[in-house]
């Protein structure tokens, strides 16, 4: 059985449906396997599965255990059949000298349906199986992406609900409609006057301070630091290495880079996961837009979050607080060093690890950083010499391709976290097009001048009504809560 502990104290320790049923560690510590030693296994187990969902029920066997397997397949099949618009859940297409998996292929055209889809049915489950009986109600914080994949995610699931907040014109306006036409009945989406790290402070503060909001109603997150959002992600770097093996694009045991758009460390996370279960992976690249504390962190082990924040045209990526390195802190310094660390960070904004600590970090993973228009530059020009078409974090990651020192005969593979059409004004621009004020507009003439496909959840938006208008300051947050519980 796999003990999940605290990253900050590892005498906290619960089963995998505790930590799932939890989100957060009550010492405000991230959940984590206790030991990489028990996630070792066969990585051909994995990639011979039959299809994504076998793949998936493998890697939540192993670390979902006392779920059970019959229990397991069933989830997964749940999750995924018939909600993707890929048979393979997550494609790999080859794009010039390296490989694109194609993450978007979910209800909400964002990477963050293929954990959302599953997080709900591992969480309903996991009551049934520890014998709660409280509603839960999922409090998440989004720049963006998350919001609309939560929604969906729980929408009319039975035992939840779900509020989600979002920073008031930080979000482009698809992704607001969205949220605020989702007519789940136990679904609300509230914007908040500040950025997302407002919103995600607010979120924790909240956790700390009212875990039972009401009677009956107990809180949970669905936020990628609960490790029931991560460990589906882990699935994909699977499948991305049994797609080049079938393409002929690799041999069984060749090593293979991942380069990977980043914000809140979730992604990248899952990738660490799958290389510690031993997939040959040689180095995880670590790609961030202006907001550029991660390639400073992991290029001279100073995180320092007192920086200016900037908005840019990939806000799914505009964090300066990444929660889920945490976890990975606690794998490469302990669980003292990041308890250390992760005070310092709250107190001062910035802390410094050490030199072999630094060096363990860097002999997995790489970074760098794009600016907005080196990302449109290269969405201009990756569609002109490829008929290929990105998104602006997709594109972040595509320029990290470009600048990281890649290794003669590894392959690279991008991973590309939202459809086009989720940020399209900003592809338009990119392009070298005319944008219209309306995201309607916008999609329309990216249709017609690339002929990529509009994914359908996007393209009946429009129509539907305004159902959630609420907008309130970060300090407003607890109460708007206990509000809404007591209804
Ligand atoms: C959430 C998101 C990211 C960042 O992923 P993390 O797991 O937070 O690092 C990147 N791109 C898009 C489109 C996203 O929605």
Redesign the pocket.
């Known amino acids: 059985m796999i003990n999940y502990i605290s990253t900050r104290n590892s005498s906290i320790s619960v089963k995998a449906s505790e930590a799932v049923i939890q989100g957060q560690a009550a010492d405000g510590g991230l959940f984590v396997p206790k030991s990489l030693d028990d996630l070792k296994i066969d990585y051909h187990k994995i990639v011979g599965g039959e299809d994504f969902n076998a793949m998936a029920t493998a890697v939540w066997n192993l670390f979902l255990d006392d779920y059970g397997s019959e229990v397991i397949s069933a989830l997964v099949e749940k999750s995924y059949k018939g909600k993707f618009s890929s048979d393979k859940i997550t494609p790999l297409v080859k794009v010039g000298d390296a490989y694109v998996l194609e993450l978007y292929h979910g209800p909400t055209s964002?990477?963050?349906d293929v954990a959302l889809q599953a997080l709900p049915n591992l969480l309903t489950k996991a009551r049934e199986m520890n014998g709660v009986k409280d509603e839960i109600m999922i409090l998440t914080a989004t720049?963006?992406?998350?919001g609309s994949a939560a929604l969906s995610g729980f929408s009319g699931v039975d035992g939840t609900s779900i509020v989600v907040f979002y920073p008031d014109g930080g979000i482009s306006e698809t992704q607001r409609l969205q949220m605020v036409t989702d007519a789940g009945s136990n679904t609300s989406a509230c914007a908040i006057r500040g950025n997302f790290d407002d919103a995600q402070n607010g979120v924790k503060k909240i956790f700390r301070e009212l875990p039972r909001p009401a009677e009956g109603v107990a809180l949970s997150s669905a936020n990628?630091i609960n490790i029931g959002r991560l460990v589906p992600q882990i699935v994909y770097y699977f499948s991305a290495y049994r797609q080049l093996l079938d393409m002929g694009s690799i041999k069984d045991g060749d090593l293979v880079d991942f380069v990977?758009?980043?914000?809140?460390?979730?992604?990248?996370m899952a990738g660490f996961f799958a290389r510690s279960m031993g997939l040959p992976i040689r180095r995880l690249v670590c790609a961030s837009n202006k907001n550029d504390v991660l390639t400073e962190f992991i290029n001279t082990g100073h995180y320092n979050r007192l920086r200016e924040f900037h908005k840019t045209t990939?806000p799914?990526?505009d964090?300066l607080i990444?929660s889920?390195l945490e976890r990975l802190l606690y794998y490469i310094c302990g669980e003292e060093n990041t308890a250390a660390y992760m005070k310092q960070l709250e107190e001062k904004g910035e802390y410094q690890i050490s030199e072999s600590e630094l060096d363990a970090l860097q002999a997995i993973f790489s970074a760098e950083c794009a600016t907005d228009e080196e990302g449109a530059a290269a969405i201009k020009r990756v569609f002109g010499a490829e008929k290929y078409l990105m998104?602006t974090?997709t594109s972040i990651a595509w320029v990290c391709l470009d600048k990281y020192e890649r290794a003669t005969g590894i392959p690279s593979v991008v991973l590309s976290?939202?459809s086009p059409y989720k940020f399209c004004a900003s592809v338009l621009a990119a392009l070298g097009l005319e944008t219209s004020e309306s995201d309607r507009d916008n999609m329309r003439i990216c249709h017609e001048y690339t002929k990529a496909e509009i994914p359908s959840g996007l393209a009946g938006i429009w129509d539907k009504e305004i159902l959630h208008k609420d907008i309130i300051n970060p300090n407003d947050m607890k109460s708007y809560i206990i509000e809404k519980t007591s209804k």
């Open positions: 964002a990477f963050k720049s963006g992406d998350t990628s990977v758009p980043t914000g809140n460390f979730g992604n990248i990939s799914s990526m964090i990444s889920n998104d974090h976290t939202a």
